[in-house]
């Protein structure tokens, strides 16, 4: 996962907890304590290994199968958690993030 921090001001993430969600419903949760990766300022690129694992019966047993199957186009997928950031003797712990994207972007 890239991140670009485009603010002029460097941090370090210090934890992720995250849902990703397929047209709004739960298919994996991702989630790291103790990640400590630093971000670059003013527009540097940081890169996340992020490791997701999706039970694929329960995938296509759901109804998420169906809603990729008849609106592939429009069919998303969301990001949805918290994660913790530290500058310097400050620390945020659960900072609220949520970002969506379309499936077909990934294609």
């Known amino acids: 996962y890239e991140i670009i921090n485009d ?14 969600k397929i047209n709004g419903q739960k298919v994996a949760n ?5 990640v400590n990766q630093f971000l670059q300022k003013n527009g540097g690129k940081s890169i996340f ?5 999706i039970s694929t019966a329960n ?14 186009t429009n069919s998303t997928i969301t990001m949805d958690g ?3 950031i530290k ?3 400050f620390s ?5 993030y ?3 994207y379309l499936v077909k972007d990934f294609l």
């Open 7 to 20: 603010s002029s001001i460097s941090a370090t993430i210090t934890n992720y907890d995250f849902d990703i």
């Open 92 to 96: 945020w712990n659960k900072v609220p």
């Open 59 to 72: 995938f296509l047993m759901s109804n998420v199968s169906l809603g990729l199957i008849e609106d592939f």
């Open 82 to 84: 918290t994660f913790g």
């Open 98 to 100: 949520k970002y969506t």
């Open 30 to 34: 991702v989630k790291n304590a103790s």
């Open 49 to 53: 290994d992020i490791d997701v694992a």
């Open 87 to 89: 500058k310097g003797l």
